[in-house]
């Protein structure tokens, strides 16, 4: 099976703009999830989304928003960039939702940074 | 609410050496806890879970971890160190009776040195 994929890997944006994130999840796997890493604080949970819905939701400002699509595939949306966006963006997917005791699977990552 | 502590931001240790990570947590329920490792410039990889049961979990790449619940730790452990084993490893928890996001430690880097 193929793992989870996210693109781009690497992403260059000025502040004030706005960008897209995508990933896709393994097959199968119908819950995915967006984490945030900063050296300053670490991995922050963003948001779920499960069956296009999202469940769950870290404490991010309303800059921050993510979709998901019938067939699992998920975008997260970061508006009005600023420098602290800077981070590499994580997503995960697993067989279920949050609330169990699945275990997630990451992507490999996309590295934003801010200028 | 929901926490994960690792106390220390490195552990060193010898090639073929034991190793230990530290993982405690705090939830208000009963815990499902993960550990997980991340190479440079990778995605976090899942070594291994306690759900319920045997309180030694065993997981890849010869990591097992013991689950403690009277001092709440979930300490991740390695008979033999490698080289290969220098990583970062996260420790996570979830309260199982609340449904809630996982939630990540800060982290601790591990360096065996040859």
């Known amino acids: 099976k193929a793992g989870v994929t996210q693109t781009p890997r690497y992403l260059i944006k000025t502040r004030g703009q706005q960008v897209t994130l995508s990933c896709s999840p393994i097959?199968?796997?119908?819950?995915v999830s967006w984490y945030q890493q900063t050296p300053g604080q670490g991995l922050q949970f963003l948001f779920e989304?499960?069956?296009?819905?999202?469940?769950n939701k870290g404490n991010f400002p309303g800059r921050f928003s993510g979709r998901q699509f019938s067939n699992s595939r998920s975008e997260m949306n970061v508006s009005t960039l600023e420098l602290g966006d800077s981070a590499l963006y994580l997503c995960?997917?697993?067989?279920?939702?949050?609330?169990?005791?699945?275990?997630?699977?990451f992507g490999p990552g996309t590295r934003l940074t801010v200028l | 609410a929901q926490s994960v502590a690792q106390p220390e931001d490195q552990v060193n240790v010898a090639e073929g050496n034991p190793l230990t990570v530290k993982c405690t947590y705090s939830?208000?329920?009963?815990?499902?806890l993960f550990w997980y490792v991340q190479y440079p410039n990778r995605g976090l990889q899942f070594l291994l879970k306690?759900?319920?049961?045997?309180?030694l979990v065993k997981g890849s790449y010869g990591f097992e971890a013991e689950f403690n619940k009277s001092q709440t730790s979930f300490h991740l452990k390695k008979p033999s160190a490698l080289v290969s084993d220098s990583a970062l490893y996260f420790c996570?928890?979830?309260?199982?009776?609340?449904?809630?996001?996982?939630?990540f430690g800060s982290g601790t880097r591990l360096l065996v040195r040859p």
């Open positions: 989304y499960f069956s296009e819905t999202q469940r």
């Open positions: 306690y759900i319920t049961g045997d309180n």
């Open positions: 995960a997917s697993s067989l279920q939702g949050q609330g169990t005791y699945n275990e997630q699977f």
């Open positions: 996570a928890v979830r309260d199982r009776d609340s449904s809630y996001k996982l939630i």
């Open positions: 939830v208000s329920g009963n815990p499902y």
């Open positions: 097959s199968g796997h119908r819950s």
